[in-house]
């Protein structure tokens, strides 16, 4: 089963907003966004499609998304006494307005919810994305991860009632990120895609997308790194980030176990995904040979080379704009290798992994991470 918001895609796609809301019967949005897409000029943008710059704004959304944030913005809304919300940002702004979505219209606070979707019973209140990275997957995703406080790991929600209503892909939004944010929300894409085609879960449909993404995003991301403005390779990633949200409706897997216990670090999330990829990948080529083999012909490599390529491009990618190769290099190196490999191993997205590393193998895994 493939369940997906409304998706409006293409430069210039913001102008539909208006007209999506309406359709939803929403008069009073909250925009939910953050600082660095407010002062970029990302979120002027969009209210100027809006049509209206007179709106409830809440932008203190953090790096990670916390329970306070959450908060703090389903106040904004009860305040402003609004009827829908619209979220302006990459997957940090989505998450935060996903379950502010669901404060608005059931009430309580995100301890509430976080990690108990059985208790999400009423329909959230209409929210609309417009991401503005090409990484997360978060608009088309009815998940969420929300951190009780900066420095602790995050708390992974899912419920069919966090999917946005509508999601409006416009990459102008993505015309003014960094390299390095263009460089690791790739990678997080590049990874959803990955693993979401490596899980077991049947699905061809997804299947189909995943690969296209895989494709997709490894024919783009070095452009779009070293061009910002190359338009072409901007709209490619913005799909290829699609098709990663889309993918990973089937499950995850290790890496992204091994990415949300080391989320307590400063590092971006899609640099902690990427680089907990290849050491997931060389346990995938022992075990599901056939699968990876689809995968290392999607990045366009000879079969068994999938996690020797990708560590190729983590190598490029840190000659161009200082992606870490280690979690040492990023200065992370207080964990207890022997702990982050017994929480990777309970962690729920095991599940859907086509295969289930040991302890031991995890706590290998965490050894070459940290590096």
Known sequence: MLHLPLVHFGFGSAAV??????????????????????????????LKAFGDSRVPIFDAVGEPPTFAAVDAAAGTYRAARCDGIVAVGGGS???????????????????????????????????????????????VSPSTGIHPAAGEPGVRTR?????????????????????????????DALTHCIEGYLSPAGNPVVDSIALGGITRIAAHLERAVADGADRQ??????????????????????????????????????????????????????????????????????????????????????????????????????????????AAEASAVNLTSPYRPSIQEYEDMVSRIIG
Not at 174 to 187: E, I
Not at 281 to 309: K, W
């Open 17 to 46: 907003l208006r007209h999506v809301l309406a359709d939803v019967g929403v008069r009073q949005p909250l925009f939910i966004t953050d600082a660095g897409v407010r002062g970029s000029g990302g979120l002027d943008y969009v």
């Open 93 to 139: 702004v989505i998450d935060t307005a996903k379950m502010a979505s669901v404060l608005a219209s059931q009430g309580g606070s995100t301890a509430d919810y976080a990690g108990a979707a059985e208790r999400i019973t009423k329909p959230a209140a209409p929210l609309v994305v417009l991401p503005s990275t090409s990484g997360s997957g978060s608009e």
């Open 159 to 187: 419920a069919p009632r966090l999917m946005p209503v509508a999601t409006i892909c416009d990459p102008e939004l993505t015309l003014t990120m960094p390299p390095r944010l263009t460089a690791s929300a790739g990678l």
């Open 233 to 342: 390779a901007r709209e490619a990633m913005m799909l290829g980030a699609l098709e990663g949200g889309i993918s990973i409706g089937k499950g995850l897997g290790p890496a992204h176990a091994l990415a949300t216990v080391f989320s307590h670090w400063p590092v971006a999330h899609g640099t902690l995904a990427a680089l907990s990829l290849p050491p997931s990948l060389d346990l995938m080529e022992r075990h599901v040979p056939g699968r990876m083999a689809a995968v290392a012909q999607a990045l366009g490599l000879p079969a068994g080379q999938s996690a020797n390529g990708f560590r190729s491009l983590l190598e490029r990618l840190h000659e161009r704009c200082g992606i870490p190769l280690t979690l040492r290099a990023a200065g992370c190196t207080d964990g207890d290798p022997a702990a982050l490999a017994r």
